[in-house]
């Protein structure tokens, strides 16, 4: 029912080009001093025009002067910005507000420059003469949004412009997918209008995250594709390392270090190339990240150098277009939010290409704790898009995924295309990507028992709601309910009860959750199916449910003790 769906598997730039209303800017004028946005001023903010003044450029190549905000405005150097804690009512109301609509501290935004100076992150190694190559390649970067703040969204667009060489930019596509806040109409156009290299496009209708990609995608001519989330920051040089590792091998897919813009109070952290993390995913199918593994480590002389990642988080990264159009681009059945950025993990590796992380590049991101628009009702959108990633990638292992579903599929529409796609591009095995890409990935086919931990004697399940690997999490007795999730564990061969990185640990007092770390001792469990019992390594007690039937226990093994008693799903010992 939709324009995008069209697109998908391959480009068509010529495609219904004319249905979208595509704003070609022209300069008209603008007086860019649109630099300090104070609190509650902005929400009605309109962007100062005067109709005959034109812009100042950068050697006619389109790119206007930054404006530079004081030293001392708020949010410099990225530095934090702190609220009072004597509020007026009006102002508590505001921030409130900001938080309810964005899920991060709007009003902090609104009171730092659009043009913020952020620290320069970079390595020495980084720019070292003759680091990149001469002619690199231009791109068009392509910003999605949803109902994405005012304040926060300009900054994402002017981190570009501000901090890129003009001729790496072809164009900035802004795809609004179909918001419903005032300052995304009319106000943006106003606003662009003065920046002839940026574009916006107006999907017909929601379309999701993944489709909205599309559809800009559809309309890049560069030939490099550059994706951003709508709440981000790019810093000094951020561009040069990307676009080197594409224009020395077109399959190479590069993402930037994630540099985490604090939702409170838009602190700008960034990580140094000693810190830089590789992505993975657990058996969930949810993106997470880890330290660069020892092997990758021993590749490179200098932390600065690009690093080879399992996967990436989703929301950063530029690829050679028509190697984006090669790998099939994105799923077009992905809904709203999720799963596309490790189907396009996957399908580089397993098809021709490599996915690293450039430690030479920074962007920062605003993280949030929760999603602050509308999903889709009735539908489970995250699991449709899994599934449907897991039938098409996945191949035996797959099953590990239903696994923590409970069985579950739900409908996730045709996915033939898709497997013809991946047939067609002869792609490697996932066997292939787990032993040569992922060696690290605890595979819960090498377990002793995999599933629910059952309760005799009260028809209790071993319960966490913890997900990745907190540092400490609790684990309770909640009725067994057949469904994975919470209630899905491994036995490792190693005696390990553990859920992806998460392994059950017991240090004298409770029965927690902690980051497996492989060496036994509190982490050691072993299971006597004839007993049923789980006798824990370090301590010889036994795991059992409390006589209130409310907690999970260590006590002195009995074997007449019901309340000790396990039945572990899918124990097979040999
Ligand atoms: C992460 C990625 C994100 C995406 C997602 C999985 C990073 C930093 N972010 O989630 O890019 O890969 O994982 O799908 O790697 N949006 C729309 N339409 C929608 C929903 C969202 O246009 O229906 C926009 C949204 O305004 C934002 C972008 O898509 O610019 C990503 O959404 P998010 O910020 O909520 O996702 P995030 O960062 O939690
Ligand atoms: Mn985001």
Redesign the pocket.
């Known amino acids: 029912d939709d324009a995008a769906d069209a697109i998908v598997g391959n480009f068509a730039p010529d495609l219904n080009v004319g249905d979208e209303s595509v704003q070609n800017n022209v300069v008209v004028a603008a007086q860019p001093n649109e630099h300090v946005y104070r609190g509650k001023l902005i929400a009605g903010n309109k962007p100062s025009r005067s109709a005959n003044k034109k812009v100042p450029e950068d050697d006619d190549k389109g790119v206007l002067v930054p404006p530079s905000p004081p030293k001392d405005a708020p949010g410099e150097m990225g530095k934090p910005v702190v609220l009072p804690t004597n509020m007026t009512v009006e102002m508590k109301k505001a921030v409130d507000d900001g938080w309810t609509n964005n899920a991060f501290n709007q009003y902090v935004s609104d009171m730092i420059s659009v043009h913020r100076t952020l620290p320069d992150p970079r390595d020495a190694w980084c720019k070292e003469p003759n680091r990149y190559l001469e002619n690199l390649p231009a791109t068009d970067v392509i ?6 703040a005012w304040s926060v969204l300009l900054r994402t667009v002017h981190s570009v412009l501000d901090r890129s060489p003009p001729h790496l930019i072809n164009e900035i596509i802004l ?1 609004d ?1 179909f918001s419903d806040m005032p300052h995304t109409k009319q106000q943006l156009e106003d606003y662009f209008s003065a920046y002839p290299k940026v574009k916006i496009l107006r999907a017909p209708s ?5 489709r ?1 990609r599309l559809l800009g995608a559809r309309h890049a001519t560069a030939p490099v594709i550059t ?1 951003l ?3 981000c920051e790019c810093t000094e040089g951020w561009l040069e390392p990307l676009l080197d590792r594409i224009a020395r091998n077109s399959t190479t897919v590069v993402c930037p270090v ?1 540099d985490v813009i604090d939702d409170t109070t838009l602190e700008f952290h960034y990580r140094d190339s000693g810190g830089v993390n590789v992505g993975g995913f657990d058996w969930n199918l949810q ?1 997470n990240w880890h330290a660069v593994p020892e092997r990758e480590r021993k590749r490179h002389k200098n932390s600065a150098e690009p690093v080879y990642s399992p996967t ?5 990264f530029s690829i050679d277009r028509k190697f984006f159009e090669r790998l099939g681009t994105y799923d077009s059945g992905f809904d ?6 490790l189907e396009l993990s996957f399908k580089t590796w397993m098809c021709g290409g490599t996915l690293e992380i450039i430690p030479c590049s920074h962007v920062g ?1 605003i ?2 704790k929760r ?3 509308k ?1 889709r009702s009735g539908v489970n959108v995250l699991k449709k898009n899994s599934v449907r990633l897991a039938e098409v990638w996945l191949d035996d292992y797959a099953k590990y995924y239903y696994q923590r579903i409970g069985q579950d599929k739900g409908d996730y529409g045709d996915v033939s295309g898709r497997k013809e796609l991946r047939r067609n591009l002869g792609c490697q095995s996932f066997k292939w990507y787990l032993d040569n890409v992922y060696p690290e990935l605890f595979i819960p086919g090498d377990s002793v028992a995999n599933g629910e931990i059952a309760n005799i004697y009260t028809d209790m399940c071993l319960d966490s709601a913890a997900t990745g690997s907190e540092v400490q999490s609790a684990v309770e007795p909640y009725p067994c309910h057949g469904q994975g999730g919470n209630q899905y564990w491994m036995l490792s061969k190693g005696g390990e009860i553990r859920r992806d990185e998460a392994c059950l640990d017991y240090a004298g007092n409770d029965v927690v959750l902690y980051p497996c770390h492989g060496s036994k001792g509190n982490q050691f469990w072993k299971y006597n199916q004839q007993k049923r019992q789980i006798r824990h390594g370090s301590s010889d007690k036994c795991l059992a449910i409390s006589e209130k039937k409310d907690k999970v226990v260590m006590e002195e093994c009995d074997s007449n003790q019901l309340r000790q008693q396990w039945k572990l799903e899918n124990y097979d010992p040999s």
């Open positions: 910003i999605c949004f949803h109902n994405e795809v997918d929601r379309e999701g995250l993944i909205a994706y989330d709508s709440h994630i993106f990436m988080a989703g929301g950063l709203i939010w999720g799963g596309e950025n991101h993280f949030r999603s602050p628009y999903w």
